[in-house]
T-cell receptor, first 116, second 107 residues
């Protein structure tokens, strides 16, 4: 299994809702990433988990809360989002965070989030 | 100025044409990735390079570390190659993305 699976594929939520995005991989990768991508822009890194510990938080607002319950799962909890948070949220994994040389990053299909 | 620059930003081609997409970067890197993103959003990793050249089917990627430049070539292009191609470099423990090249191949 060489896939990163993200659910849901699409999500529409109100500004007062609480929702979660899920990401799963079974490749034994120990680094997992959340990216945010606005239309026609490159992905922007949000969070990195390495060995299930948060290692990078790119000054992301607290209305985004990541969680890594185990080495295969990565969640992104959403609360009190703003319309400008509407974007494609991509999850990725790699064998390890540092020394990425000669390894590939695997990306999920993304969750297209619309905040209304 | 972006740390990773791609050219061209947009590219149209007729089916069968040879295509080249360029990537220049200004930071030290440990590796460079070429990624493909289709309109649905999913990103596929095409190549990971640290030196030289790699080939996979109709795709060829080269990198010149001294010149801080990489190219992605597509031979015998096909409409299904239509996508956004993104160059991303590994710098310390992050990927820095280029702005992408939007390719459309017409039959």
């Amino acid at each position: 299994d060489t896939e990163v699976t993200q659910t849901p594929k699409h999500l529409v939520m109100g500004m007062t809702n609480k929702k979660s995005l899920k990401c799963e991989q079974h490749m034994g990768h120990r680094a997992m990433y959340w990216y945010k991508q606005k239309a026609k822009k490159p992905p922007e890194l949000m969070f990195v988990y390495s060995y299930e510990k948060l290692s990078i938080n790119e000054s992301v607002p607290s209305r985004f809360s990541p969680e890594c319950p185990n080495s295969s799962l990565l969640n992104l909890h959403l609360h009190a989002l703003q319309p400008e948070d509407s974007a494609l949220y991509l999850c990725a994994s790699s064998p390890r965070q540092n020394s990425l040389l000669n390894t590939e990053a695997f990306f999920g299909q993304g969750t297209r989030l619309t905040v209304v | 100025k972006n740390e990773v620059e791609q050219s061209p930003q947009n590219l149209t081609a007729q089916e069968g044409e040879f295509i080249t997409i360029n990537c220049s970067y200004s930071v030290g890197i440990s590796a460079l990735h070429w990624l493909q993103q289709h309109p649905g959003g999913g990103i596929v990793s095409l190549f990971m390079l640290s030196s030289g050249k790699k080939k996979h089917g109709r795709l060829i990627a080269t990198i010149n570390i001294q010149e801080k430049h990489s190219s992605l070539h597509i031979t015998a292009s096909h409409p299904r190659d239509s996508a956004v191609y993104i160059c991303a470099v590994e710098n310390t423990d992050k990927l820095i993305f280029g702005t992408g090249t939007r390719l459309q191949v017409f039959p």
